[in-house]
């Protein structure tokens, strides 16, 4: 069974205090993992897909790289704006079904 | 980017009656529309998946007879939950992807049974 465990599951920064949200997973074959960011009453907003390890992808304050067993978002100086619930999934090879972590509230404080 | 409505956006209805939430992909065509339940600060729960033209594929422990789900063609897809009951209360959310594209998020649906 495919699973997904982010740490912490709460972070509250300081404007500007870079720091990294961890997803690790095991799945029986990757094909994709997946952050989204959800502000409270609102759908998951997609942000990134990973593919293989090593890749990283980056928007704005925000990086994802990925390895065998695990997923790191890293955020940048952050601003007040980024605080939001940040969501890992991972896709199976062979299945469109996303299983989802239960994700990180990020909090930033001016 | 890809666009996924989702409608309404909330919702308040008695106990026993039951309530339709319309899923649309705007710009696309999907193949597969899932829908999800969340409960307040806790993740996403799969509850079944939808192919065009074809029955839904519900998840263990959903009841399909209570959550009935259509999906009548590659941009519309609709759960209507069934003689609702106070416990059926929670944040219903779609999404909807293609075999290249990655899943893309209705705003959700907040049904609240009294």
């Known amino acids: 069974e495919d699973q997904v465990t982010q740490s912490p599951e709460a972070l509250r920064l300081q404007e500007g205090e870079s720091s990294s949200l961890n997803c690790s997973y095991t799945?029986?074959?990757?094909?994709?993992l997946f952050w989204y960011r959800q502000d409270p009453g609102k759908g998951p907003e997609f942000l990134f897909t990973?593919?293989?390890a090593g890749e990283e992808k980056e928007k704005e304050r925000l990086k994802a790289t990925l390895t065998k067993k695990e997923s790191f978002l890293h955020i940048t100086a952050p601003k007040p704006e980024d605080s939001a619930t940040y969501l890992c999934?991972?896709?199976?090879?062979?299945?469109?079904?996303?299983?989802f972590g239960t994700g990180t509230r990020l909090t930033i404080i001016p | 980017g890809a666009v996924v409505s989702q409608h309404p956006s909330w919702v308040i209805c008695k106990s026993g009656t039951s309530v339709k939430i319309e899923c649309r992909s705007l710009d696309f065509q999907a193949t597969t529309m899932f829908w999800y339940r969340q409960f307040p600060k806790q993740s996403l729960m799969l509850m079944a998946t939808s192919n065009e033209g074809s029955k839904a594929t519900y998840e263990q422990g959903v009841e399909k007879d209570k959550f009935l789900i259509n999906h009548a063609s590659l941009t519309l897809s609709t759960l209507t939950v069934t003689s609702a009951h106070p416990e059926d209360s929670s944040f219903y959310i779609c999404s909807a992807g293609s075999k290249y594209s990655p899943l893309h998020f209705g705003n959700g649906t907040r049904l609240t049974v009294t």
């Open positions: 999934a991972v896709q199976a090879i062979g299945n469109e079904k996303l299983t």
């Open positions: 990973l593919y293989s």
């Open positions: 799945v029986s074959g990757l094909r994709g």
